[in-house]
């Protein structure tokens, strides 16, 4: 089996995680280390590998509040500690609810198709395939959107999704909301 086909039968696995009903992994590479969990304890697993970092984001991004704000819940719930100014923050919320950082608007995102696609697309990467492909130069005949489009299409599950370049701007849309080298 060439390596085309073992990326294609993880991301075939990762799309049909898609199409179950099973909790989703979120993926996020915090100061060159990568996290996973299920999404209901990956904030609290961003808490305590960069505390700081999540804070300060959390105070400019709507998303990261979120995550602040689940990771403190499942802290509690778990007995876990929590940093003092996650607190701080935390309390300041329940004493003034509007003081969330202000959503950028927009679509509601799938963030489960979101997830899958970007796992899709790290397991591209790491097997050498590179995620978009250079349209001017064509040195990369397949690339990782492709796959990701191929099994999308073999499983039915396209979404209203054209092609691999629609693959592509999903890729660089979370690129930028979620660079690599500081998710």
Known sequence: MDNHEQVKDKVRLIFNSYTNDSPV???YQIKGEWIMGPSDEIGYKIMEHDPKGMIKNALTSNEWFGKLMEAIAYADLNGFDVPKEAREIDAKYKLDPNRIP?????????????????AAMLECINAGIQPTK?????????CGA???WDVLHELGIEKKIEDSFAIMRIWSRE?????????
Do not use: A, Q, Y
């Not at 799938?110 to 970007?118: A, E, G, L, Q, S």
């Not at 250079?134 to 397949?142: A, D, G, Q, R």
């Open 25 to 27: 992994i979120d993926i």
């Open 102 to 118: 202000k959503s950028k608007g927009g679509r509601p995102k799938d963030m489960k198709f979101i997830t899958c696609v970007r």
């Open 134 to 142: 250079n349209e001017t130069t064509f040195k990369h005949p397949v």
């Open 146 to 148: 492709d796959i990701i």
């Open 175 to 183: 690129l930028r909301r979620f660079p690599l080298d500081k998710t």
